[in-house]
């Protein structure tokens, strides 16, 4: 990434958790199962920035994410047939994102690229403690590649994108209390990667 | 950091902010109208299909047309032609040839309908 380059804006901020399932999704759904292109287009709609913000996080390049994202909702609605109505849409939908995600990234060999995010620029920190900040991202990123990727996946849906313990485990298809175990253990990790730092602010 | 199996952890805002290389700027509009210029066609086939019937009904099909299968091998059997029969005058001429040609123990085995055919044939050739 360039230093021109602009994130795009996620609909919520990292870290927070994302809205409520809408009211109008299970009729939105009986209608895509019927064909109606306006309904398929609300939910690509509703889902699209988040959809790809996860796949760029899975395979770390924007035509890859873009590719994956096309990808997974062309799946959606061929299996739209097999949802389960009264169901909230997401956590399906980012199940098979995630699959497939996965899938391609084993499949071109790839770990994920955690694009480390430029300082910002600042009067406040000197130059000293932006290159100590720097050096603390990369070391963060490199740990991240560290954890087995099912951890991996949880902490990034987790911290970074904002899904609940409860909506990861249905992502995975795992329980609550393994989604919540391997976020103890990644945490650990992480931290263990901070520690030389916090020991010097210490 | 207590570990609680019971209830999701507080969110570490630190580790956010550090992990977060948010994802680069792309065209949302085209990627939209890619993805829904794909799905056009599958939208179409679903419009013109018949409507979806309940599981239920759907796991008769295979059923429906196993008995359809049986029932159409039974029909066929039960209508199967009888074996062409020889008229009283055609019979007799059968039973004068085996009698006269065969020895008396040969001649029963030939009487049967295979054999009335073959001698028919023979001596319709001669």
Not at chain 1, 59 to 87: K, N, P, S, Y
Not at chain 1, 181 to 200: F, G, I, N, V
Not at chain 2, 58 to 73: C, F, H, I, K, T
Request: overall charge negative.
């Amino acid at each position: 990434m360039n230093a021109a380059s602009t994130a795009v804006p996620l609909p919520f901020a990292a870290g927070q958790a994302p809205a409520a399932a809408p009211d109008d999704e299970p009729a939105l759904v009986e209608r895509v199962r019927r064909g109606d292109p306006a309904a398929f287009d609300t939910l690509v709609n509703r889902y699209l920035r988040r959809a790809f913000a996860v796949a760029y996080r899975l395979l770390g390049q924007r035509e890859d994410a873009e590719d994956l994202v096309q990808d997974a909702f062309m799946a959606a609605l061929q299996r739209i047939d097999t949802f389960e109505a009264g169901r909230p849409f997401a956590p399906w939908f980012f199940r098979i994102l995630v699959n497939r995600g996965l899938n391609a990234r084993k499949a071109r060999s790839l770990r994920a690229v955690h694009a480390i995010p430029e300082t910002a620029a600042s009067s406040g920190p000197s130059p000293e403690r932006e290159a100590e900040r720097t050096e603390l991202r990369e070391r963060l990123t490199v740990a991240m590649e560290t954890l087995p990727e099912r951890q991996r996946v949880i902490v990034e849906l987790f911290e970074l994108e904002g899904f609940g313990g409860p909506e990861i485990a249905q992502i995975l298809e795992i329980s609550d209390g393994t989604v919540r175990w391997h976020l103890h253990e990644a945490r650990k990790t992480l931290r263990r990667a901070l520690s030389p730092y916090e020991r010097r602010e210490g | 950091m207590t570990y609680d199996p019971s209830r999701d952890p507080e969110r570490d805002p630190r580790l956010a902010a550090l992990l977060d290389g948010s994802a680069p700027e792309t065209e949302w509009e085209a990627l939209r109208g890619r993805i829904t210029s794909a799905a056009e066609l599958p939208l179409a086939r679903r419009r013109h299909a018949r409507p979806a019937r309940p599981a239920w009904v759907r796991s008769l099909v295979p059923l429906a047309a196993a008995a359809g299968v049986a029932g159409a091998a039974f029909g066929l059997g039960l209508n199967r032609a009888p074996a062409p029969t020889l008229s009283a005058e055609e019979q007799a001429m059968v039973n004068e040839i085996a009698e006269s040609a065969l020895p008396g123990e040969v001649a029963p085995l030939l009487t049967g309908e295979a054999a009335q055919d073959a001698l028919l044939e023979a001596v319709a050739g001669s």
